[in-house]
């Protein structure tokens, strides 16, 4: 199943608070997990991004926690400020190419 | 170093003609892929192509073509436009084949009346 489920659809967080965006999938041939972030009439932004045999990558306020067992990945953003405001996505690699979740509207409230 | 160019960055069709995007990866680049975005549909992914050579392609009807030049300069056509090819298509570059550390351009968008 070359699938991969995100949720929420939509998320609100108060300035400072934690972000966290889940990603589910099936097929355990995928081998790489990106993250990306997209702003309104921009093109998507690789934000950061891991292989499964790492079980966190941490660069600055966001973090990639990856549970290979549970078939899952998930974005941590930290201190989340209003910049942060953005559509996020999930991807997983797979027979060269990206397949990609339906993507998180986070809205950082001040 | 520049980033990925696409044009034009709007353009506005009738059903039944043909239409053509063009795309300038980062430089030394050699991979250029190219995705379809849709409110309902997400981003879907459109065909690759690395060293002038199509390696990947999506789920899409053969009216969906593309080619890559030996400057790794992309062109993409779609023929006998549909309504529902109205979407936001991007292009992204990357070093390697595969999907991997692609970097994406702003996007064309194709509005088909």
């Known amino acids: 199943q070359q699938q991969v489920k995100q949720s929420p659809q939509s998320l609100i967080v108060q300035k400072g608070g934690i972000s966290i965006i889940n990603c589910a999938y099936e097929?355990?041939?995928?081998?790489?997990f990106p993250w990306y972030q997209q702003f309104p009439g921009k093109g998507p932004a690789l934000l950061i991004a891991?292989?499964?045999d790492v079980s966190e990558k941490k660069e600055g306020r966001f973090t990639i926690s990856f549970n290979k067992s549970a078939k899952q990945f998930s974005l941590h953003i930290m201190d989340s400020q209003p910049g942060d405001s953005a559509t996020y996505f999930c991807?997983?690699?797979?027979?060269?190419?990206?397949?990609w979740g339906a993507g998180t509207k986070l809205i950082i409230k001040p | 170093k520049a980033g990925v160019t696409q044009t034009p960055r709007y353009l506005i069709k009738t059903r039944g003609q043909q239409v053509t995007l063009s795309c300038s990866p980062i430089?030394?680049?050699?991979?250029v892929s190219w995705y379809q975005q849709t409110p309902g549909q997400g981003l879907q992914f459109l065909f690759e192509?690395?060293?002038?050579?199509?390696?990947n392609k999506g789920n899409f009807p053969g009216r969906f073509s593309g080619r890559q030049f030996s400057n790794s300069r992309s062109e993409m056509n779609v023929s006998t436009l549909e309504l529902g090819d109205s979407a936001l298509y991007l292009c992204?570059?990357?070093?390697?084949?595969?999907?991997?550390?692609?970097?994406f351009g702003p996007g064309t968008r194709l509005t088909v009346t």
């Open positions: 992204a570059s990357s070093f390697a084949e595969g999907g991997y550390e692609q970097y």
């Open positions: 430089s030394g680049h050699r991979s």
């Open positions: 192509y690395f060293s002038e050579t199509q390696r």
């Open positions: 097929n355990t041939a995928f081998d790489y």
């Open positions: 891991i292989r499964p």
């Open positions: 991807a997983a690699s797979i027979d060269y190419q990206l397949i």
